[in-house]
Each structure stands twice: as C-alpha cells, then as structure tokens.
C-alpha cells in the first residue's frame, strides 16, 4: 500500500483495454493509473492524489467506463459525480 508509481491505496475498480492495458481507480490515492501493456510502472491519468472537487480532481474514485470514442467515465463517489475525461 502506498502512493508511489508502482503502488496502490485501496484499488476499487479495474478496466482492462483492448490493448492490455490495465486502469486502476486507487480509491485511497484518489487517481486513475494506467499500467501500460506489460509495466508495473503507473501513470496517473486523472486527479491528482488529492481528494477534492475541482475539475480534475477525484474523492475516492470507484469505477471507470469508456465510451467508444474512448472517453473515460469515473464514479467520484466521494463528490457524487460521475467524472468525463476526454480521450486518452
């Protein structure tokens, strides 16, 4: 447990694109991280590790949904809101 690249603070939602990479909500850090294809090294993609209610900000973030045009949708439960984020 932890908030570094290659650790996780209460993971609550998980999403597995087409190309194998792997979208984690970490609840406890408040972000999305993206796991490319074959890392164990994460990129947070949306908030910031801090909870909050801006525009790019998450408060316990519990699930991820993309649309076709691959948006992502994330269940910010801490605000809720179900946040859109643009194309990744």
């Not at 972000?31 to 909870?51: M, P």
């Not at 801006?54 to 269940?75: C, E, H, K, V, W």
């Amino acid at each position: 447990s932890g908030s570094s690249s290659t650790l996780l603070n209460s993971p609550t939602g998980i999403r597995i694109d087409t190309y194998m990479n792997v979208y984690i909500a970490d609840g406890g850090n408040n972000r999305i991280q993206l796991f490319c294809a074959n890392s164990n090294v994460g990129v947070t993609i949306a908030g910031n590790g801090t909870s909050g209610n801006g525009a790019t900000q998450l408060s316990g973030p519990r699930g991820i949904a993309f649309d076709s045009a691959m948006n992502m949708y994330i269940g910010d439960t801490g605000n809720g809101r179900v946040q859109k984020f643009t194309k990744l």
